[in-house]
């Protein structure tokens, strides 16, 4: 219907055939933000949150630097470069628990999180919360509310959040 629409599927998995020209322009890159959450977190991860989501019981694991390596060069390597340059990167959604849960309340973890989420090509996409560092089980836990009292946030982690997205806007 329009040219310049951009479509994200919803795919949870590595699926270069949803990407191929005819249905979407990228999906959702759930395998980037596992392989993320499993290199920041390592030993941390609180297992008992992966555990119980449908698709990190499966997929999210920790990781060493070299099997973090390995895993980008794959995720990298099986799209198309167009797609990768637009890829929805995420750490967080509205369908698993929240990231700095699944980190194990790792302050310092969900900052390298968003680092490398928002340094690797793609679109980084914050889940509302995880910039004042909102925690969260899963559905329904981690669509809470919001908190607007500004009291409740984690400021330094906002100023973070807001300081490496700005720097990201001046690099091509």
């Known amino acids: 219907v329009r040219s310049d629409a951009y479509l994200v599927g919803e795919i949870w998995e590595t699926a270069p055939e949803w990407v191929a020209g005819d249905r979407f322009d990228a ?7 596992e392989a993320i959450l499993g290199y920041v977190g390592g030993s941390h991860l609180d297992m008992a949150a992966v555990s119980a989501h449908h698709e990190y019981r499966h997929n999210l694991r920790p990781l060493d630097g070299p099997g ?21 990167n995420l750490i967080g959604s509205h369908d698993a628990p929240r990231a700095l849960t699944v980190l194990g309340g790792d302050t310092t973890g969900l900052r390298m999180a968003t680092l490398l989420q928002c340094m690797l090509p793609g679109a980084p996409c914050i889940y509302y919360g995880d910039e004042i560092g909102l925690t969260g089980g899963n ?6 509310a919001f908190p607007w009292e500004q009291d409740r946030w984690d400021g330094d982690l906002r ?10 806007a001046t690099e091509p």
Do not use: H, I
């Open 68 to 88: 973090f390596a390995s895993r980008l060069v794959e995720l990298l390597g099986v799209y198309d470069p167009d797609v990768v340059a637009v890829q929805l």
């Open 159 to 168: 100023a973070f959040v807001k300081a490496v997205l700005a720097f990201r």
């Open 139 to 144: 559905d329904p836990d981690n669509r809470r």
């Open 27 to 33: 999906l959702m890159n759930y395998p980037l933000g």
